[in-house]
């Protein structure tokens, strides 16, 4: 942590550290953390791993009720290609150039933790759609491809099967499309967008899905440049910022090992200094991040190298 925090000495942030995690039950300091992000307006977050023992007295994972009570309805998982970054798996050569943009909806979907066992051995989970929050994430998704130069958007859903509930969100997408007339709209059903996203993945620009489907597509997505650990992700409230890596899995694994890629967390600190308004702050620390895997000796495990977290990190600092 140290060494990590010393990235950050580039721009003068001061932080108030909140520690949860679902893991040892530590969750009592939930709303003094959520008090905290409301009153910052800027969160640098780290993985919060769901408990395995999986307590079925709360179905909501702090994940998702950090979502849900700081109304975080947007995550943008940003699949950039590094070079240095040379292979997919150990026979197979990965793909260059990607800048694909994932914009899932956060508060709603499969993940809204309402299910209940209505009788023995028969669960209802409910999938919740609403016009609203379709609206709203399509609207920034398009807002987006804008503000940084897209030129498509693409709708990823399952409406051929769920007819009224990703209908919705689709036909809601389509119908926002329509303000938009320079940004390219098209619709994809998610199992052909998973095919397409390994066979064909440069014809992706930004995606804006639902739930779930955001989730595997972001982890597919995320295979194709290196893992979960070197892609950066942000959620969004209309108050606040929440950045943490993208994927938890590469994380969780390494967790206490000293092994865990930093990257995807040094790119979030990056991308928190540049909405801060440290722009040339940010553009060093993602120029450092880029030179250590071009020169490409000190590179951790999960992409082929050898070092670890804080060898990396200690790099990573040298190159700025």
Do not use: W
């Amino acid at each position: 942590m140290k060494k990590f925090r010393a990235v950050l000495t580039l721009f003068p942030p001061q932080f108030d550290t909140q520690d949860i995690s679902e893991v040892g039950k530590r969750t009592e300091n939930f709303n003094a953390t959520v008090s905290s992000i409301k009153s910052t307006r800027v969160c640098l977050k780290g993985p919060l791993v769901s408990d395995s023992s999986f307590d079925l007295t709360d179905l909501a994972t702090l994940n998702f009720k950090l979502h849900k009570k700081l109304d975080l309805f947007a995550t943008v998982s940003l699949i950039n290609s590094l070079d240095g970054i040379k292979f997919l798996s150990k026979s197979q050569n990965i793909v260059n150039g990607l800048a694909i943009a994932i914009i899932r909806q956060r508060t709603e979907g499969e993940y809204s933790a309402i299910e209940h066992e209505t009788v023995k051995g028969v669960v209802e989970n409910l999938k919740i759609t609403t016009s609203k929050k379709a609206e709203q994430i399509a609207r920034y998704a398009f807002d987006f491809a804008v503000k940084n130069g897209r030129k498509e958007v693409c709708c990823v859903h399952k409406a051929n099967i769920m007819k009224l509930g990703d209908g919705l969100f689709m036909k809601t997408c389509a119908r926002v499309s329509k303000e938009y007339p320079n940004i390219k709209y098209t619709d994809m059903i998610v199992d052909n967008a998973c095919m397409q996203m390994v066979s064909n993945p440069h014809q992706f620009d930004v995606i804006v899905t639902p739930n779930l489907y955001g989730n595997v597509l972001t982890n597919v997505a995320s295979g194709l440049v290196g893992g979960a650990g070197v892609v950066p992700s942000y959620s969004v409230s209309d108050t606040c910022m929440v950045y943490e890596p993208a994927g938890i899995y590469a994380h969780h694994t390494a967790v206490g090992k000293n092994a865990a890629n930093p990257t995807a967390m040094i790119l979030c600190a990056a991308l928190m200094a540049d909405h801060m308004g440290y722009k040339m702050e940010s553009k060093r620390i993602v120029e450092a991040v880029k030179k250590t895997y071009r020169v490409g000796k000190v590179i951790t495990t999960d992409v082929g190298g050898f070092a670890t977290t804080d060898e990396f990190t200690g790099t990573v600092i040298e190159n700025m």
